[in-house]
């Protein structure tokens, strides 16, 4: 099994910057990961995929955060990174992390609320 804990959310003025961290857990089980992503739910919105990274290192990024966010992993503490700058009002959800396996099957953390204020 995997287990995701996210942290790092929290109350931002607009065009500051927050980090968000995903703690993966699991018993002989993390070298199947094979994409790690975050998504993100705003009130009253459909989840939507705002960056993800592959086991490869390879990058990809929701067009609304290109330029504005950076995914990344630490391979030594299996923890996962989304470091997001010049935030926006309309970057205002909660923020889940996901694991693929190389089989397919989905991991979802529980959430942290990220909430940017004009």
């Known amino acids: 099994q995997v287990q995701l804990l996210e942290s790092g959310g929290g109350l931002v003025q607009a065009g500051g910057s927050l980090r968000l961290s995903c703690a993966c857990a699991?018993?002989?089980?993390?070298?199947?990961?094979?994409?790690m992503s975050w998504y993100r739910q705003a009130p009253g919105k459909e989840r939507e995929l705002v960056a993800a990274?592959?086991?490869?290192?390879?990058?990809n990024y929701a067009d609304s955060v290109k330029g504005r966010f950076t995914i990344s992993m630490d391979n030594a503490k299996n923890t996962m990174y989304l470091e997001m700058n010049s935030l926006k009002p309309e970057d205002t959800a909660v923020y889940s992390c996901?694991?693929?396996?190389?089989?397919?099957?989905?991991?979802w953390g529980q959430g942290t609320q990220v909430t940017v204020s004009s």
């Open positions: 990274i592959t086991r490869g290192g390879s990058t």
């Open positions: 996901k694991a693929t396996l190389f089989f397919g099957r989905d991991y």
């Open positions: 699991a018993s002989r089980i993390i070298a199947s990961i094979n994409v």
